[in-house]
């Protein structure tokens, strides 16, 4: 079993359209939850970063962590064209340790 | 300021064949990765070097090597090259304070026939 596990897709939503990505987790020593969104043909670049439980808003995204249920998301609001990418959740235990990453989500928004 | 650049971008080998991948930062990071994407399988760390003079296997190391050259610079060595090796290799670098933060490559495709 995958020490994180994300539910590839590919997920299609309208233009505008609230968008929910998830992750679940086993390793209970993790603290740090990043979100890396990878355009096609490019590299991951780094979306949201939060320590430990609770949530990060930023813009149009929120991320939220529940270590409770090991279980993490990122919603996009208002979601557009532009948002079409792979998002990867990744986690990590102590500071400057390994990234752990998901399998990563397919999203295209439809205008 | 270029940030993390890869070369080559596209490369086919033939079993058995060897190749370099290169790697380059310009952000004076300390800490710089290797790793391997392939469809079901997300981004797997294949080596990583957390300092200048340091290397560590990762998650799938075998047939590969590496070299932290310099600060700057982090090569991925395939010795005998095999299909399974086909995949995307993307190169990334953090700072020590700041690890979480890595900055990742444009990737190098490769297809091992």
């Known amino acids: 079993q995958k020490e994180v596990e994300q539910d590839p897709g590919p997920l299609s939503v309208p233009e505008g359209a609230i968008v929910s990505l998830n992750c679940t987790y086993s390793?209970?020593?993790?603290?740090?939850f990043m979100w890396y969104r990878q355009y096609s043909r490019k590299g991951p670049e780094l979306l949201m970063y939060t320590y430990s439980s609770g949530n990060k808003e930023d813009g149009r995204f929120t991320a939220q962590v529940d270590k409770s249920s090991k279980y993490i998301s990122l919603f996009i609001r208002d979601s557009q064209p532009s948002d079409s990418a792979t998002y990867l959740c990744?986690?990590?235990?102590?500071?400057?340790?390994?990234?752990?990453f998901g399998e990563g989500t397919q999203l295209t928004v439809n205008p | 300021n270029a940030g993390v650049t890869q070369t080559p971008k596209f490369q086919v080998l033939k079993t058995g064949q060897s190749m370099t991948l290169q790697c380059a930062q310009d952000m004076n990071h300390n800490s710089m990765y290797w790793y391997r994407q392939d469809p079901g399988m997300g981004l797997r760390l294949i080596y990583y070097?957390?300092?200048?003079?340091?290397?560590d296997k990762g998650e799938v190391p075998n047939g590969y090597n590496v070299s932290r050259l310099n600060k700057r610079e982090f090569s991925l060595r395939l010795e005998s090259a095999a299909p399974s090796q086909t995949s995307v290799y993307f190169c990334?670098?953090?700072?020590?304070?700041?690890?979480?933060?890595?900055?990742f490559g444009p990737g190098t495709r490769l297809l091992v026939l």
């Open positions: 070097s957390a300092s200048e003079g340091t290397t």
């Open positions: 990334a670098s953090s700072g020590w304070q700041n690890q979480e933060t890595q900055y």
């Open positions: 990744a986690m990590s235990g102590t500071s400057g340790s390994r990234l752990t």
């Open positions: 390793n209970s020593a993790f603290q740090y």
